[in-house]
């Protein structure tokens, strides 16, 4: 029930966020909505549109417009880089996460230290309202294994074997390896508010 493009706009579900929905504008003015997306098997390039097995499928070679839901990806944007924020104020390595619509989280190695909750949302505030840069850069597999600091995720592993690894730099914030999805700046977050702080085991922090 899946379809790939020659090109594609959609984002495909990976790294803790939500794949991208939508829709395919056929030739002859129908429309097929796309689901959910998903990594392929024939590297970091082949993105799969997922439709409803009722759908007719298009041609082979058959020219179609992919058109994302972008409030929702925008709304996915602004939580993906209020984490990365949030990786900047906690200290620890990161053990899992999600990215959802309106919310996410973070699990953190901490078992010695109390976090407070109040403090944290402050700073994330501070920095969303500071307006900071946020763009991709690209290293080279070897200069990511000789600076193992930039790898925050103890679980997840930066995808290396293709010769560069993609990294997302907020200005004076946060550099680390990151496929997702960002906003262009801190200041396209708006405000955030930390709901709760949880104990996951004895080490874990969510």
């Known amino acids: 029930n899946g379809l ?44 799969v549109h997922l439709v409803a097995d009722t759908e007719t499928r298009p041609a082979a070679g058959q020219t179609v417009t992919a058109s994302i839901d972008w409030e929702r990806r925008h709304r996915l944007m602004r939580m993906h880089t209020c984490l990365h924020l949030l990786c900047a104020v906690v200290p620890g390595d990161v053990t899992g996460g999600q990215v959802s619509d309106g919310k996410g989280r973070l699990d953190f190695n901490l078992p010695d230290r109390t976090l407070d909750k109040t403090e944290i949302e402050a700073a994330l505030n501070r920095l969303s309202a500071e307006d900071h840069a ?46 997702g999805t960002h906003v262009a700046r801190t200041g396209e977050i708006g405000p955030v508010t930390v709901l709760k702080i949880e104990s996951k085991g004895k080490q874990n922090r969510r």
Do not use: N
């Open 4 to 47: 790939r493009l020659d090109r594609t706009v959609f984002h495909p579900m990976g790294g803790g966020q939500p794949g991208d929905t939508g829709h395919l504008l056929l030739e002859d003015g129908r429309r097929i909505a796309v689901l959910d997306t998903r990594k392929g098997d024939g590297g970091p390039d082949d993105v």
């Open 134 to 179: 946020v763009a991709p850069r690209w290293i080279s597999d070897e200069e990511l294994a000789a600076q193992p600091d930039l790898v925050r995720t103890m679980s997840v592993k930066p995808p290396s074997g293709y010769g560069k690894v993609r990294l997302l730099e907020i200005e004076g914030v946060d550099l680390q390896p990151c496929g």
